[in-house]
């Protein structure tokens, strides 16, 4: 998709500290509610439905649910998916799972009015601004929605933060005789021809993020990413650095023995891999802590629009949390989840261990970064 821990307390700590850094084709369904009969296109919450019970008949009726850049081994999304196909009597059409948040904003535009339009969105938090400023998003407010913290969502209901993650080294310990546990490391002459990134940064969240780390750890912030660059053109010219896509393909098979990417998803290789020969680690980076979540978003023009508000509603229960924090992921509703005893304290436990406390650049700082990652990066590393 690219998008883009100690145990139990610091665990908990990391999740609250978390914060927003800041994932017409067919006419609309009419509302099964009794209500004004609003069209679901155009609700901004399950009372315009008429309540949960008229919400799901309507997104039955449609049947369906149009996805896209939504890897099964994300976060879980391939549980998520079958969790909610067995919920409901609704088909997901699950297209191009290893795409960019690029090119679901891509989709968006080139589908107008298309039947095969992506009906909802899991997006980088920048695409997510982005989208939302263009006028692509449709206003929902999901029943849980007061308790997302204001600076996770939008305050036009237009996109908000679901689960997160920090950067990680993930390290194949078969194949690597002392793995890195931060960027310095990464340095060293033994990790050459080993070091990947999750996609091109200038269109992957899990790889922008990276960059972003790699500046903290070498005297950068948020508002300079300049130090992130250079250290991967260093990492480049010394031969560290690979420009082959880190995926679960090619950590299986052992072409990017080393892997900066979330650390939920390191963990999940860790998981996945197990009996297949591979011994992958995961390591916060001490010297480049950065936190990051995803956004999620209906689309304004979504061809089953009843079906994408209940996939909203669905993801922030306490049952789509928790099926992101089986997959190592943050959900955003956590800290209440575990006050209110609701999280599985079996996952919680799981989290990968993290050390110091993360900070979050502001959307200009992010913009910025973005720009001058745009104007440097194929230099850095051509």
Request: glycine share 8%.
């Amino acid at each position: 998709m690219f998008r883009p821990s100690a145990r139990s307390a610091a665990a908990v700590l990391g999740v609250a500290v978390l914060s927003a850094v800041t994932a017409c084709g067919a006419a609309p369904a009419e509302s099964a509610g009794t209500g004004d009969a609003a069209k679901a296109s155009t609700a901004e919450s399950v009372k315009d439905f008429g309540g949960m019970k008229d919400l799901v008949a309507a997104a039955e009726k449609e049947g369906k649910l149009n996805v896209i850049a939504l890897p099964p081994d994300w976060a879980n999304y391939g549980e998520v998916i079958k969790a909610f196909e067995a919920k409901y009597k609704i088909k997901i059409n699950s297209e191009n799972p290893d795409a960019s948040s690029s090119d679901e904003i891509a989709a968006v535009k080139a589908r107008k009015g298309q039947k095969r339009a992506p009906d909802v969105l899991d997006l980088g938090i920048a695409f997510a601004r982005s989208g939302a400023q263009e006028g692509l998003f449709a206003p929902y407010r999901v029943t849980a929605w007061d308790k997302i913290a204001d600076t996770q969502k939008d305050p036009e209901a237009r996109w908000y933060n679901d689960y997160g993650g920090y950067v990680s080294i993930g390290c194949d310990a078969k194949r690597i005789k002392t793995c890195p546990e931060t960027f310095a490391d990464l340095l060293k002459p033994e990790y050459k021809g080993k070091v990947a990134l999750n996609g091109n940064p200038t269109k992957s969240g899990s790889a922008f993020a990276g960059v972003y780390a790699a500046a903290l750890a070498n005297g950068g912030s948020f508002g300079d990413m300049k130090p992130g660059i250079d250290f991967f053109g260093k990492l480049k010219k010394s031969g560290n650095f690979i420009p082959v896509e880190s995926t679960p393909a090619t950590v299986e098979k052992g072409e990017t023995p080393i892997s900066i990417d979330w650390d939920y998803l390191n963990a999940g290789y860790a998981d996945q891999f197990k009996d297949k020969g591979v011994d992958w680690r995961t390591t916060v980076p001490s010297d480049g802590v950065f936190a990051q979540y995803y956004s999620q978003a209906v689309n304004k023009e979504a061809p089953n629009p009843a079906a994408a508000r209940l996939w909203m509603e669905f993801l922030y229960s306490a049952e789509g949390q928790n099926l992101w924090l089986k997959g190592y992921a943050r959900p955003v509703l956590l800290p209440q989840m575990i006050e209110d005893g609701t999280a599985d304290k079996t996952f919680v436990e799981k989290l990968p261990q993290v050390e110091g406390t993360p900070e979050f650049p502001s959307s200009e700082e992010n913009d910025k970064a973005q720009k001058t990652l745009a104007d440097n990066w194929d230099k850095a590393v051509s």
